[in-house]
Each structure stands twice: as structure tokens, then as C-alpha cells.
């Protein structure tokens, strides 16, 4: 139920997350949320030597990480 302004507001913050551009990012739009995660995390992982980066904790509501 991702609609396309969902879809690139998601990859937006993956962008700013992880520091990189997302190449031909339209191709996700014909896939379905596993396989746009899946994909992601291939690409995230082939450009820090095969790992997940950890991300520093960010503070949710109201300044509560």
C-alpha cells in the first residue's frame, strides 16, 4: 500500500541515512515493498564492505530515543 509520494519520500530518507544517491530509483516503483527492502539492503551492503552500517539513535516523540 505504498503509494509513489510514499515511495520516494522512503527513499529520500534512505539517501540521507546512508549518504549515497539511489540509481533509476523510478524501478521500484513495479516492485513490491520485499523486494524494494531487499534491493536496498544489497545495495547498502555492497557499498560498506557487505555489512548494515549501524545509524546513530535518533530521539522519537517529544525528544524520547
Known sequence: GL???????MLFEIEDKYGFQIE?????????LDEVVADLEQTIRARNNGEM?????????????
Not at 533509476?24 to 513490491?32: A, V
Not at 552500517?53 to 530515543?65: K, R, S
Request: glycine share 14%.
Open 24 to 32: 533509476e530509483p523510478m524501478r521500484y516503483g513495479s516492485m513490491t
Open 3 to 9: 503509494d509513489s509520494l510514499g515511495l520516494v519520500e
Open 53 to 65: 552500517p549501524e545509524l546513530p539513535a535518533q530521539a522519537g516523540p517529544a525528544g524520547h530515543a
